[in-house]
C-alpha cells in the first residue's frame, strides 16, 4: 500500500487482469514481517459491517478465522446518523438486526463476538479508533470498483491509511458501476 492509501503498482496489474474475487492481506509499510498471534490470549479481530452481503462475507471469514484461532472477535457497525435522529427509528432497528444476524453466524462458527454500533463519526475514523484499542487484525468484506486502479472505496482507503495491523480485504468479483450502484440502493448506502 503506498503512503497515500493507494495499491503498489504489481498489486493493481495481479488485480487488473483478474475479475474474480480477490483476498488481499495487507500490512503498513513500518510492521514487520510477522503476522500477529491470534488466539485467547492474542489481540482480537475487527470486523467492519454495513448489512451487505459483501460485509456479511467478511464476517464469515474472520470468524472462520476465530473458529480456528481461538481469537476474540469484535463485530463493529458504522453507522451515519443525522443529529435530530431518534434512537428507536427504522434504521436503527436494522442495524441491530444485522448484528443479530452476525451473531447467529457466530453461533453456527461456535465462536463468541463482541458487537457495537457506532454513529456520528467518518466509517474510517470509527474502524481506526476501534483498532486501537487492541485490534490484531482487521477483517473487511469490501466492493472493487471499477476503473484502472485497484479501489475499494474511501472507507477502505482511510482503512489502510490509519491502521497499522495487517487488514484483510474480501472481495467479490468487480462490479460495473450499474452494479454498484444496485447493490448501494439495497444496502441504504447509497449517496447523491
Known sequence: ??????????????????????????????????????????????????????????????????????????????????RDEPRDTVSHRRREAVLKDTVALADRYGVEIETAIRSRAAAADAIARQAGRGAALIVMGVARRPGEELFFGETTTGVLQRCQCPVVLISDARLSRDDEVREELRSGTATG
Open 1 to 82: 500500500v503506498t503512503s497515500k492509501g493507494g495499491f503498489a503498482r504489481r498489486i493493481n496489474e495481479i488485480a487488473g487482469a483478474f475479475e474474480g474475487p480477490l483476498c488481499l492481506v495487507l500490512k503498513a509499510t513500518g510492521a514487520g514481517r510477522q503476522m500477529p498471534r491470534l488466539g485467547p490470549e492474542g489481540g482480537k479481530i475487527l470486523v467492519p459491517v454495513n448489512g451487505t452481503a459483501i460485509a456479511r462475507r467478511g464476517a464469515e471469514m474472520a470468524l472462520a478465522i476465530a473458529a480456528v484461532t481461538g481469537a476474540r472477535v469484535k463485530i463493529l457497525y458504522v453507522a451515519r446518523v443525522g
